[in-house]
């Protein structure tokens, strides 16, 4: 092709194709991989092919085994459309471990095994990077939190590390300031962040949402009155092009409950909160974050158990469609759990078949993303290959 057709419309051609293929065509010619993998190309490649298919991840544990389903996020089949997933094998060897989801951004899930390590999932394209995140701190000096994210303007994932004096030695005289560092899969070195720092009362939890450019945490505002440490709980958000952190106040009425009771989401573009402060009554409140006028949140709605024989224990996402995805205990056995999506609505549940003890979710969007096709180790022993058929009106998923 490359003899006849001049380059331009070859760039045309190749920006259509199917990412597997792209990842095959790398290896034609050597102005096609230069093209391919050009920080523009990658970049640009996912918005010249839409839709993108949104898909909640469950992760769940029996007796004997550990089972992923990937379930199709859509209006006319959920949860009918479930897709069992074999886990890489990069994954695999570390089963055992109890992996956590820390987070997702454009296709690319953030793992977290032991107290060092971590692993980047690009389901897509069948990839996975582990990384050692060195001097994780967690003792009673000390505490060290990750933030992940994939920058919109590189695709070029990036971590957030955050470390600060634990509340057992806080006093506001003797605190250091906070020491951030930033690590990006493209140059895979990380370095210190010294300007535009949170400041030295803040501390941060692992509860975070990565939405668009920015990396949203719950953190709190730490004050000693006499000697009663006083937390004022708020959002702090780090931009990944700018590298600037800015701190969102929350309403009062959050913002003095204890972090036990707050867990934070996204929902599309807009972030969310959870108030689980009425747990004993059975009733968390949805609290959504106006991106137009700052510090300003508006409450959803209220979510509360149908049937006595149903308790609610968490709120572990929420579907595009808006409606949670809540886990519950049967007969109120806290050994027996169940998924439910729930309908604010009407106040009604529908199980979506997931049960089994120990379970974790995520919601992920399976789209077309470059993110770790340089460092990432490819998945010979994949059963079932995710493929994503665009340009139609319902994307299918085949294997």
């Known amino acids: 092709m490359s003899d006849y057709l001049p380059f331009e419309i070859q760039i045309t051609i190749i920006k259509k194709l199917p990412i597997r293929a792209l990842i095959q065509f790398r290896s034609v010619s050597k102005s096609w991989k230069s093209l391919i993998d050009s920080s523009d190309f990658i970049a640009n490649y996912h918005f010249s092919n839409a839709p993108l298919q949104h898909h909640v991840l469950v992760r769940s544990f029996d007796s004997e085994h550990e089972k992923y389903v990937s379930i199709v996020d859509d209006d006319d089949n959920f949860p009918q459309n479930k897709i069992p997933l074999i886990v890489p094998s990069h994954v ?7 992996p956590d989801i820390i987070g997702s951004s454009q296709g690319v899930l953030f793992l977290w095994f032991t107290p060092s390590e971590f692993v980047l999932w690009n389901p897509t394209i069948r990839k996975t990077v582990p990384i050692v995140v060195p001097n994780l701190l967690n003792n009673n000096e000390f505490e060290t939190v990750v933030g992940f994210g994939v920058c919109p303007g590189t695709s070029d994932p990036k971590l957030v590390k955050i470390t600060y004096i634990s509340s057992l030695q806080f006093k506001p005289e003797k605190c250091i300031p906070l020491q951030v560092e930033l690590f990006n899969l493209s140059s895979g070195s990380w370095r210190s962040l010294s300007m535009n720092v949170p400041r030295k009362s803040i501390e941060v939890t692992w509860k975070q949402v990565c939405i668009d450019k920015f990396i949203y945490w719950l953190a709190g505002d730490r004050n000693l009155a006499g000697n009663t440490l006083q937390t004022k709980y708020l959002i702090l958000s780090f931009d990944m092009i700018t590298e600037e952190f800015t701190e969102i106040d929350l309403p009062d009425n959050l913002a003095y409950l204890h972090n036990d009771f707050l867990l934070i989401y996204k929902l599309w573009t807009s972030l969310l909160v959870l108030d689980t402060e009425f747990y004993e009554i059975q009733e968390y409140c949805v609290w959504k974050m106006d991106l137009g006028v700052p510090n300003t949140f508006a409450k959803l709605f209220v979510i509360k158990s149908p049937f006595e024989s149903l308790l609610l224990s968490t709120v572990h996402d929420f579907r595009i469609t808006g409606q949670p995805i809540i886990e519950m205990f049967i007969n109120n056995d806290d050994k027996q759990h169940a998924f439910y999506v729930y309908e ?18 995520a919601n992920h969007t399976l789209q077309h993303c470059f993110c770790l096709i340089y460092r990432g180790v490819e998945d010979q022993d994949i059963v ?14 085949t294997p």
Do not use: M
């Open 92 to 98: 695999r060897l570390q089963l055992g471990k109890f």
């Open 344 to 361: 604010p609505a009407s106040q009604e549940i529908c199980d979506i078949g997931i049960t089994g003890g120990y379970p974790c979710l």
């Open 384 to 397: 079932i290959v995710l493929k994503c058929k665009c340009n139609a009106k319902n994307t299918q998923l």
